[in-house]
């Protein structure tokens, strides 16, 4: 998966540009483009798939599906993640066809009606989870921060919310503490039986990615506002991240993509690191199709 998402605004006009031009060839109707009724699901969408960065893992994936299901027809259009999102945007409120490159945790899950083609040649393959990894010695330096993250679990519709509130315009933290408000019964029970702190700073490291972003904004909110613990959120690449919490200048994480994306990482430093287990289960990768489109396989695209 790519480790930068975002790419800009010129970018994303131009691959909005041609989704418009690909998904809808009269420029009105989209009924039945919808159903795949009166021609095939390629044809509705002039045979594209509306990916991302080219250098993406996620574009090597459905790169690969391509092959796989032997869509010889298709193309894959490169672009970033922001351009993705625009014209997944600009297709829902037309009600248009579109097939685009997905994963999950994302905001467009919480903003649309969407559903994952089903993926039966394990081309995107197997789900993966993110995970919690703390420096040594920290549950002996901070026990409650330390007991907070061994527990700390959400959803990737928890997380979802969050993201779509920053995508709305709202800050990070404030997207946080909204979604804390709403959510009091579940932090609850992350914080049950926890002595607060004494004002110790925590630091916690992260990547830029937006699912990042929102559970490293909501566990610092938990830190600061229930266990009393001052947070610095220090914002890195994924070969420093994980280079901080293994050194000890970072606390924590609860950024770690395992077993496939930082395996890399997580092996060269192996030993220097305590994983507290999955935060979130179920991470996934795949062709996404709003819900109001009539196909649910990657195998019904082969014409």
Request: glycine share 10%; charged share 25%; with cysteine.
């Amino acid at each position: 998966m790519n480790k930068n998402w975002m790419k800009t605004l010129g970018s994303a006009a131009v691959a909005a540009a041609l989704v418009v031009a690909g998904c809808s060839s009269n420029g009105t109707g989209n009924a039945d483009a919808e159903s795949g009724s009166g021609g095939s699901v390629g044809a509705a969408v002039s045979h594209k798939i509306i990916g991302i960065d080219p250098g993406a893992g996620l574009m090597a994936a459905a790169d690969r599906a391509v092959t796989d299901y032997g869509l010889t027809d298709w193309t894959l259009v490169e672009g970033s993640s922001a351009a993705m999102a625009v014209a997944l945007d600009k297709a829902v409120k037309n009600e248009d066809p579109i097939i685009v490159t997905g994963w999950t945790p994302h905001w467009m899950f919480a903003k649309y009606d969407l559903k994952y083609l089903e993926d039966p040649k394990k081309s995107f393959g197997e789900d993966e989870e993110i995970r919690t990894v703390a420096r040594l010695g920290l549950k002996e330096d901070a026990p409650s921060a330390y007991a907070f993250l061994d527990r700390f679990e959400w959803t990737d519709a928890d997380m979802a919310k969050v993201m779509a509130a920053v995508q709305d315009g709202q800050e990070p933290a404030e997207a946080a503490a909204a979604w804390a408000e709403d959510n009091a019964a579940l932090i609850d029970g992350w914080v049950d039986g926890i002595e607060p702190g004494a004002g110790e700073t925590i630091k916690l490291a992260y990547v830029a990615w937006d699912s990042e972003i929102a559970s490293t904004n909501v566990v610092g909110w938990v830190l600061e506002h229930r266990l009393g613990y001052k947070t610095e959120l220090m914002q890195v690449e994924a070969g420093p991240m994980w280079a901080g919490v293994a050194g000890g200048d970072a606390d924590a994480m609860v950024a770690a993509w395992l077993p496939v994306t930082h395996k890399d990482y997580a092996e060269q430093y192996e030993g220097k690191y305590e994983d507290l287990g999955a935060n979130l289960k179920g991470t996934k990768l795949g062709l996404v199709v709003p819900s109001y489109m009539d196909v649910s396989s990657i195998e019904d695209l082969a014409d």
